[in-house]
């Protein structure tokens, strides 16, 4: 009799055991993936923020090295030719490994007086420096470039927005700072453009790591870094696009 009750029990008992013990390993599972994930995404903000941190650091080595050659163009500027600017310009971008390039934009015919245009500008290929003036024409028109009319708007030292360059195929963010002469007329700006590819790469590491879209646009919506690298270089906006603002993914402003 006690055989048959013990039978009977254990008929019972051993699915009720086998389903808590299914629903422990599978919590087990779900604790475990948890505490992964978490931990994937505390490496990731760190990351993030020591991305962040750099960025904001070149940012300020751009500035002051454009308030220094600001103050040399002023004053250099009755004594030095466009060969002299780019020796100067050639040591900045030298000096530091963040920047692509930087240039000195003169307004018409105040460094020239036959010369509209005179804007110098050295930058990084392949490892060496260029000198260039071939930014120094109408088709360019350097005088409407953000960095120039912005600069001259505000009367002060500016950063652009984030932008993708399809000549160098760099992502960049240029910081302009103004210069005048020495009775304080308006002469020009100088421009400093900096490296900021590693958000692309930091996008591109996070989106193979974790489901759903990952990037990054600017204050009005356009792509500066996604997974898909058509919707930056495309300048493309995240309220244009098929991508959705509420559909889980990873928006970084």
Not at 100 to 114: R, V
Not at 135 to 162: C, G, H, W
Not at 172 to 183: E, L, N, P
Not at 214 to 225: L, R
Request: glycine fraction near 4%; proline fraction near 2%.
């Amino acid at each position: 009799m006690f055989s048959h009750i013990r039978t009977k029990m254990l008929i019972t008992i051993i699915p009720v055991l086998a389903v808590v013990i299914l629903a422990c390993y599978g919590a087990s599972i779900y604790a475990a993936r948890e505490i992964i994930d978490d931990e994937v995404n505390k490496r990731f903000q760190v990351e993030k923020d020591i991305q962040r941190e750099q960025i904001l650091q070149n940012m300020e080595d751009a500035k002051e090295i454009a308030a220094n050659l600001a103050t040399v163009v002023r004053e250099t500027y009755t004594t030095k030719d466009t060969s002299g600017y780019f020796q100067i310009l050639k040591a900045s971008v030298n000096n530091n490994s963040s920047i692509l390039g930087a240039g000195i934009w003169f307004e018409p015919y105040m460094f020239q007086k036959d010369e509209k245009y005179v804007g110098p500008y050295v930058y990084r290929d392949n490892g060496k420096l260029i000198e260039t003036l071939s930014y120094s024409s109408p088709e360019y028109d350097y005088l409407n470039q953000d960095y120039y009319r912005m600069a001259k708007e505000n009367n002060d030292v500016i950063f652009t927005d984030v932008y993708y360059d399809a000549t160098s195929g760099y992502y960049m963010i240029t910081c302009s700072q103004t210069f005048y002469d020495k009775a304080g007329n308006y002469m020009g700006c100088v421009t400093v453009d900096l490296d900021l590819s590693t958000m692309q790469k930091m996008v591109l590491d996070y989106s193979t790591k974790h489901d759903g879209k990952t990037y990054i646009v600017n204050k009005d919506g356009t792509y500066i870094a996604d997974e898909d690298a058509l919707l930056v270089k495309n300048k493309q906006n995240i309220f244009d696009s098929k991508k959705s603002i509420l559909s889980g993914s990873n928006l970084w402003y």
